[in-house]
């Protein structure tokens, strides 16, 4: 993975058919993605369940771009090594799961793959200032985790300011929940460059008939590639 700002979309398969994750995953990837963003969710940290490392592992062998693990577990670190076995390029651990999201980063980096942070929106931006270099990725929360589907919240302020904190350093600002072409252009503008998106991209479409995936990336990446600097 090399690091540029470019704009990257990456579909939520949390709105993927989930009895048909592999066709899901080569859909969207045939039609544009150009990461694949999964989330995992533990019934605990957020009030809704997924999956575990061995359904992530199943799909790893259909990602032929980047998966990008996002875990709205607690505790994340006796996981680390199974999602690193299970194939993630990024694991994006929240701050607010643990005391020691510090240590938590290390371990990511240390199993092999690409460290990402994650902030609720409840969470400021000052609380990733000490592990900046540390992470390769900050995703900022645009919604209460847990679900798809929700309204997008403003959160454009944390990501000026992530922006600034970040300066010349090697990473990403993602933003999840709620993005859409309308709501792209304002995060794009603040500073994001990877955009998670599940209902914006899934609607519409099916295995059956994934044209409107295709549409879908393809109408957030020119709304968003229009408010880039
Ligand atoms: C929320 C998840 C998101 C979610 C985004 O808990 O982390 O990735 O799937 O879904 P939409 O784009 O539908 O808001
Ligand atoms: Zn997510």
Redesign the pocket.
């Known amino acids: 993975m090399t690091f540029d700002r470019k704009i990257r979309i990456a579909p ?1 398969i ?2 993927a058919d989930f009895a048909d994750f592999g066709r899901e995953i080569q859909a969207i990837e045939a039609e544009g993605a150009d990461w694949v ?1 999964v ?1 995992v ?1 533990d019934g605990h940290f ?1 009030p809704n369940i997924t999956f575990g490392p061995p359904a992530v592992a199943a799909f790893r062998r259909h990602v032929k771009t980047i998966m990008d693990v ?1 875990v ?1 577990i607690a505790p994340v670190d006796p996981f680390i090594d199974a999602f690193a076995k299970a194939g993630a390029d990024i694991l994006t651990a929240h701050v607010e799961a643990g005391p020691h999201i510090h240590r938590t980063l290390q371990a990511i980096r240390a199993a092999g793959m690409k460290a990402g942070v994650a902030l609720n929106p409840g969470t400021p931006a000052e609380a990733v200032a000490h592990v900046l270099d540390l992470a390769d990725l900050v995703c900022v ?1 645009t ?1 209460n ?6 309204k997008f919240i403003d959160m454009t302020d944390k990501m000026r300011r992530l922006r600034q904190m970040i300066g010349d350093r090697p990473v990403h600002i993602q933003v ?4 859409d072409p309308e709501t792209a252009p304002l995060v794009v503008a603040a500073g994001a460059d990877v955009l ?6 899934f609607r519409g479409g099916s295995v059956a008939n994934p044209a409107p995936y295709g549409q879908n990336i393809r109408a957030i990446r020119a709304a968003a590639e229009a408010a880039a600097g």
């Not at 985790?145 to 929700?150: C, I, L």
């Not at 999840?176 to 993005?179: C, L, R, T």
């Not at 998670?196 to 991209?201: E, K, P």
Request: a negative charge.
């Open positions: 939520s949390l709105s963003h989330d969710m957020v996002h709205m929360m919604v985790p847990g679900f798809g589907g929700q999840d929940g709620g993005v998670v998106a599940g209902s914006a991209v």
